[in-house]
């Protein structure tokens, strides 16, 4: 399984970025997706998630609202299109993939198995 996270750069307050990340190889057909980002001299937060069972999502209530998350039909590339950014939306963000699939943990960046390389999102005042 690999993970390939792309889309970040320097934008401005209120301004509008979307993620993607390119997902290869599989383990099952269980399993759920989801961003995560570490700032400075902070620990790695969930973002969002969604399922591949059901496509349910989840965010992180600093993001709900203004962050969307979403992915193609074949399931190969996910994105997080993100709106009315703020300053403490700067983070390095990253993709991963849960492959146990199970609810209680999506939100778990401990309990993710595969992860891409991060992509910086800076967001300026």
């Known amino acids: 399984v690999q993970l390939q996270a792309s889309g970040g750069g320097l934008v401005q307050a209120g301004d509008a970025l979307r993620l993607s990340c390119a997902v290869s190889g599989r383990t099952s057909s269980r399993y759920d997706l989801g961003w995560f980002r570490q700032a400075p001299g902070k620990e790695r937060e969930f973002v969002a998630a969604i399922r591949r069972i059901g496509g349910h999502t989840y965010y992180a209530d600093s993001v709900k609202g203004r962050f969307t998350i979403s992915r193609d039909n074949a399931w190969n590339t996910m994105y997080l299109q993100m709106n009315n950014l703020k300053p403490e939306d700067t983070a390095v963000y990253y993709c991963?993939?849960?492959?146990?699939?199970?609810?209680?943990?999506?939100?778990?960046?401990?309990?993710?198995?595969?992860w891409g390389k991060g992509t910086q999102v800076t967001v300026s005042s």
């Open positions: 991963a993939m849960n492959a146990g699939g199970i609810l209680s943990s999506i939100r778990l960046s401990g309990e993710y198995d595969y």
